[in-house]
Nanobody, 127 residues
Framework: VQLQASGGGSVQAGGSLRLSCAASGRTLSRHAVGWFRQAPGKEREFVGNIRRSAYGGRPNYIDSVKGRFTISRDNAKNTVYLQMNSLKFEDTAVYYC???????????????????WGQGTQVTVSS
């Protein structure tokens, strides 16, 4: 199983980026996919996730990104996206996508809920 995260870059505050998480070896619609981020000197932080399609496929987000970030799927491309709008300086981090092999009853906001990870993509927001 391989996950490929891409789409990071440098933007000014208020700008937008779309991150992609493409998978090989698994069909993403059958798995929960989470997005996490890690800023320098900080622990990895949950950003949002999207449940497997069979369980409704609803996305969930941390409060600090609600209304600005959107997670979606393109099943034909076996890719999950993280659309980030109105970016803030504090969104600067390396962003990772993770895939969960099993469906868990909880909110799946911990990194150990996910079994496979992409390599991370850097997002830098300048103020």
């Amino acid at each position: 199983v391989q996950l490929q995260a891409s789409g990071g870059g440098s933007v000014q505050a208020g700008g937008s980026l779309r991150l992609s998480c493409a998978a090989s070896g698994r069909t993403l619609s059958r798995h929960a996919v989470g997005w996490f981020r890690q800023a320098p000197g900080k622990e990895r932080e949950f950003v949002g996730n999207i449940r497997r399609s069979a369980y409704g496929g609803r996305p969930n987000y941390i409060d600090s990104v609600k209304g600005r970030f959107t997670i979606s799927r393109d099943n034909a491309k076996n890719t999950v996206y993280l659309q980030m709008n109105s970016l803030k300086f504090e969104d600067t981090a390396v962003y990772y996508c993770g895939l969960a092999e099993r469906h868990l009853a909880g909110p799946m906001i911990r990194d150990y809920d996910y079994d496979y990870w992409g390599q991370g993509t850097q997002v830098t927001v300048s103020s």
